[in-house]
């Protein structure tokens, strides 16, 4: 029986590990970490991350062939091949800070599997690099040992939280970079049966390594460039009269262009776009392309142009003061459907407003202890409150940053009732009937559109 071993439990490699247990019940999938509370809620058939469909998707095969540990060398040496999944972070100090990825804990599992290995092995890139980071990977696998052959692939995930089961259970595609020797092509041979148990075999494809590399990084930021895009239209429409979901159409229905992602909002959020994308701009600089890096780089300035435009609109439509008002915040999750807040626009929205001294209440069906763990320094400035109605009440405006697909059937003349006057409600998703709050009595503040006030 073929041993998988993954290093690092998180929202890659829980999810994609539990996948790859149920298609191939012939293999022994072990998930290991360093977090042993991580762990412990995955081993308990309780995943430590929320995605719909997942835990049923763990519970199908644990303590079957899936299994989660804390003994990374164990794991290590029991298995044929192995995954790295680690986490990525864009770097906070030294060179590169702000823009780099953070290397340490990759180069950490690297050093890991050199230690522990027992037998030839594959080792599989599923985090996000830097193009050129497998010929680290290979290098500190070459050094000091030569009775093991370490072949290693590029194989980057495309998953998207909130939809990661099906995204992993249908993907468009599946890449697997490897080095272009027999050896190189024999690994990969090895990881397509694996997907292919599953994944039509047209939609699994093999690459050199580092166009593998490169393809995660442009794929991120092709797709935060098209939400900067239609966000800086969502602008212009604000100030001209257009409709920027009318513009959407118009323009996703040439097939040239297509109808996805172009949904105005209050900026993207989530681990990825961002790191990926400045990660890209440290690339392109580094390689002495600086009309590159600047071309993307105004892809992550949009973004935050966009965070800022919202907390402004919100200050100037209510008399220029929002201090001592409570302002209900539906939504802290940077999508529907996830727990994740990391980089979610509602972490700078709830800040800047705090700072402006308004009293924020946060509500969000799954992310609040996140929301929690990002605010903490705030203080009583934030409270949190499951319950958006008693979110709303008292509250002088909802600001809506999360397109929770529950927020569109609350009652809203309930909430209306329970809100001081004027009541204010900015739609960050574009997500609500604006017309019918507005004839409710909501003064409606939405992105790229008509507002509806009476005042
Ligand atoms: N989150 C996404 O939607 C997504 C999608 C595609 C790709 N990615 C990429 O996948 C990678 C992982 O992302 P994530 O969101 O799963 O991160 P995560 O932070 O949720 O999980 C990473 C896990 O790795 C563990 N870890 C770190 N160093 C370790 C070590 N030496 N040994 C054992 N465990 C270790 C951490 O404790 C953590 O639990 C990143 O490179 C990310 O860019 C993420």
Redesign the pocket.
């Known amino acids: 029986m073929k041993t998988i071993c993954c290093?690092?439990?998180?929202?890659?490699?829980g999810p994609t590990m539990a996948m790859i247990a149920r298609q191939c019940p012939d293999c022994r999938v072990v998930v290991?970490?360093?977090?042993e509370k991580?762990i412990a809620a995955w081993a308990a058939g309780h995943p430590p991350i929320y995605e719909p469909g997942l835990a049923e998707l763990v519970r199908v095969s644990l303590n079957r062939n899936l299994f989660f540990s804390t003994d990374?060398a164990r794991g290590i040496a029991e298995a044929q091949i192995v995954f790295v999944?680690?986490?990525?972070p864009t770097k906070t100090f030294g060179q590169g800070a702000g823009r780099a990825s953070d290397l340490q804990?990759y180069e950490?599992?690297a050093r890991?599997i050199l230690e522990h290995a027992q037998a030839d092995m594959i080792v599989v890139e599923?985090?996000?690099l830097p193009v050129r980071t497998a010929e680290a990977m290979d290098s500190i696998l070459k050094s000091g040992r030569k009775d093991v052959r370490f072949e290693v692939l590029s194989n980057?995930?495309?998953?998207?939280?909130g939809t990661a089961i099906q995204d992993l259970e249908h993907p468009d595609r599946v890449l697997i970079g490897g080095h272009e020797t027999p050896a190189g092509r024999e690994a990969q041979q090895a990881l397509v049966e694996i997907y292919a148990r599953w994944v039509p075999r047209d939609r699994i494809l093999t690459t050199n390594i580092w166009s593998s590399e490169l393809s995660k990084l442009v794929a991120n930021a092709f797709l935060a460039q098209r939400i900067s895009s239609i966000n800086s239209i969502s602008a212009l429409c604000e100030a001209t009269g257009a409709d920027v979901e009318e513009i959407s159409r118009a323009i996703g229905m040439d097939s040239r262009i297509g109808p996805k992602f172009l949904r105005a909002s209050v900026g993207f959020g989530?681990?990825?776009f961002k790191?990926d994308i400045l990660n890209l701009v440290y690339l392109a600089e580094s390689y002495g392309l600086r009309e590159v890096a600047d071309f993307w780089n105004r892809v992550v300035a949009m973004n935050d142009y966009q965070e800022n435009r919202f907390v402004r609109a919100i200050v100037t439509r209510m008399f220029n003061t929002v201090a001592g008002k409570r302002i209900a915040v539906f939504g802290f999750a940077f999508k529907a459907d996830t727990g994740d807040t990391r980089e979610s626009p509602a972490i700078r929205v709830c800040r800047e407003l705090a700072a402006e001294r308004a009293h924020v209440v946060v509500s969000d069906p799954f992310a609040l202890d996140n929301a929690r763990i990002e605010l903490a320094d705030l203080g009583a400035a934030v409270a949190y409150e499951p319950d958006p109605y008693a979110a709303a009440r008292g509250a002088h405006a909802i600001a809506v940053l999360t397109d929770w697909r529950d927020y569109r059937a609350l009652d809203y003349p309930r909430i209306f009732a329970g809100m001081e006057k004027p009541a204010f409600l900015f739609d960050g998703r574009n997500c609500l009937d604006h017309r019918a709050l507005f004839d409710l009595g909501f003064n409606v503040f939405p992105i790229g559109k008509r507002f509806y006030s009476h005042l």
Not at 85 to 88: D, K, P
């Open positions: 290093i690092g439990a998180g929202y890659v490699g290991t970490d360093i977090d991580r990374i999944s680690v986490n990525t804990y950490k599992a890991q599923k985090s996000t980057p995930e495309f998953l998207a939280e989530g681990s990825c790191k």
